[in-house]
């Protein structure tokens, strides 16, 4: 029986809210998989391989689309609403954090995939005795949406060809229009942009700096200076990860930089491939300098300090160098120190931390900054949330890690502290062939630091238990429960025998 004229606009009406979702939430996947597609530098290969390492996480936060096709099928209109409701919960867990930065190739990626979006709600609203259909198409493209990208990577192509040329000229033109404009890269095996923040941070306090961050490439790199590059900048800061063989001498052939600083965060890292990449970008990132330039090392660390050759290569470190960080003292404010006999103070804490400073104290000094000059720009230095974070709570000192990338950093920041040392964490969030492995590594490493632990979360706290017991600490002494609130609960109820207490969170995963 056909229906009435009243329910079939009420059958478009929620057809065109599910179509309304599908977009909305196609185009904030979209911006997800872009940034994504940018920092794997714009190679198909690159992304592919990402994205295949990444499918645990990407079907966690899109995986409920599949669930809006049985919907549709069963309960007509209103599943088109209930699948309309799926679309609206995928795009407020997809919604990307502020702060986000998007260069223009990324927004000309967006727009392309964004007709492509439209197209196909568009072939769904015209094809009125298909809607079935097209929905199952809807889901087909939202769950697509990491190789939809690269389809509108392809159509761009030509287009990109021709911008990429006029933007080096455009590059060209306007380093050539700044002959006193200072330009200093940055190689590090760590977070880059935490590097080139904190030089953005100290040198900027003195000089009009422009820091670029979340560049992965050449291309990326000549758009931002053709984009951003400006008369009133005195020195040019960027950093890129270790990519292929080639970029960092392409790089150096066109800003010509006047320093380079080379940073590795995890001298004792295990990971031969790892270190194998960095010597060779390092090499390459040396041998590409101008014979004038400047290169700052990590002296402390293997490999940098034996490749060291002769000519302006300046230390930096803890232990060794030309720029040291010296008479180190921990407190519940953070770190005191002194360098070039001026005492510096800091709320960071950590190796990692120390080293970046005093790189960046190294650039500065050589900039005919004062050392004197230097304290006030360090003390205003802030923690990053979640990272090595010092806070108080009542007489409780915390350490907030949530968002630490590797453990190791904040066990061997915690060693400085002097207390009751509790460990409250869920264990490390990586991918499951990796997740087992590193969990046990941790527990062994915490045995050795900690007076008590309290386990919280899913089951890969059992590898860090079993990690812990096998190194040799107390099972009377590790606590397990369900959350995160009822572990710090438990921390606090714990008798410290009138010592400090000192919480260590430790958590790659969400609350």
């Known amino acids: 029986m056909e229906k009435a004229g009243g329910e079939r606009h009420i059958d478009d009406l929620f057809f065109y809210c599910l179509t309304a979702s599908f977009l909305a939430a196609g185009f904030v996947l979209s911006l997800g998989f872009v940034g994504a597609f940018s920092r794997n530098r714009y190679k198909p290969a690159a992304h592919k391989a990402w994205v295949r390492d990444s499918i645990p996480e990407i079907v966690l936060r899109t995986g409920w689309i ?32 502020a702060g986000a930065v998007f260069l223009a190739r990324d927004k000309r990626l967006l727009g392309m995939q964004t007709v492509l979006l439209l197209t196909v709600a568009v072939l769904g609203i015209l094809m009125k005795n298909s809607r079935n259909f097209y929905s ?32 080096q000229t455009a590059a060209k033109r306007v380093l050539d229009s700044l002959p006193d404009l200072k330009v200093a890269v940055i190689l590090c095996d760590c977070d880059t942009g935490y590097v080139t923040g904190i030089l953005e941070s100290l040198i ?10 979340g560049c992965s490439s050449t291309d990326s790199i000549t758009a931002a200076i053709s984009e951003r590059l400006s008369p009133d900048h005195q020195i040019l800061l960027f ?108 709320e960071l804490i950590g190796k990692r931390c120390l080293t970046g400073i005093a790189a960046a104290l190294a650039v500065a000094l050589t900039l005919n900054i004062l050392p004197q000059e230097m304290v006030e ?72 630091i900690f007076d008590h632990v309290i386990l919280y979360g899913g089951a890969q706290t059992l590898f860090v238990y079993n990690g812990l017991i096998a190194a040799g600490f107390s099972g009377e002494k590790i606590v397990t429960v369900k959350t995160r609130n009822e572990a710090l609960i438990r921390a606090e109820g714990i008798d410290t025998h009138g010592k400090m207490r000192i919480i260590l969170e430790e958590n790659g995963l969400p609350d």
């Open 66 to 97: 599949f669930g809006t096709v049985p919907l549709i099928l069963k309960f007509g209109r209103w599943g088109f609403g209930a699948a309309a409701a799926i679309y609206i919960a995928v795009m407020i867990i997809n919604l990307p954090k």
């Open 204 to 213: 900027g306090a003195f000089y009009r700096v422009l820091a670029l961050t």
């Open 377 to 448: 720009p360090v003390r205003r230095l802030k923690s990053k949330p979640g990272r090595l974070q010092l806070r108080k709570s009542g007489d409780n000192l915390i350490i907030d890690d949530r968002c630490g990338a590797k453990p190791e950093e904040a066990l061997e920041a915690l060693a400085e502290f002097h207390g009751f040392r509790l460990l409250v964490t869920p264990g490390i969030a990586l991918t499951e062939t990796k997740r087992d492995r590193e969990n046990f590594r941790f527990g062994m490493q915490a045995a050795g």
């Open 136 to 167: 199952m198409v809807y889901a087909i493209v939202s769950l697509s949406t990491p190789y939809i990208v690269m389809l509108a990577n392809t159509i761009n192509r030509p287009y990109e060809n021709a911008v990429r040329k006029k933007e």
């Open 239 to 346: 950093g890129m990860p270790m990519r292929e063989t080639g970029e960092w001498k392409k790089v150096c052939h066109m800003v010509r930089p006047d320093y380079s600083v080379i940073f590795l965060s995890d001298a004792e890292t295990s990971d031969a491939k790892t270190r194998e990449e960095f010597e060779t970008a390092m090499r390459e990132l040396a041998d590409a300098m101008p014979p004038e330039g400047i290169i700052f090392y990590q002296a402390d660390a293997e490999p940098t300090k034996s490749l060291r050759k002769t000519g302006d290569w300046i230390g930096f470190g803890m232990k060794n160098g030309d720029y040291i960080t010296g008479e180190i003292s921990v407190l519940g404010s953070g770190t005191k120190f002194t360098l070039r006999g001026t005492e510096f103070h800091t």
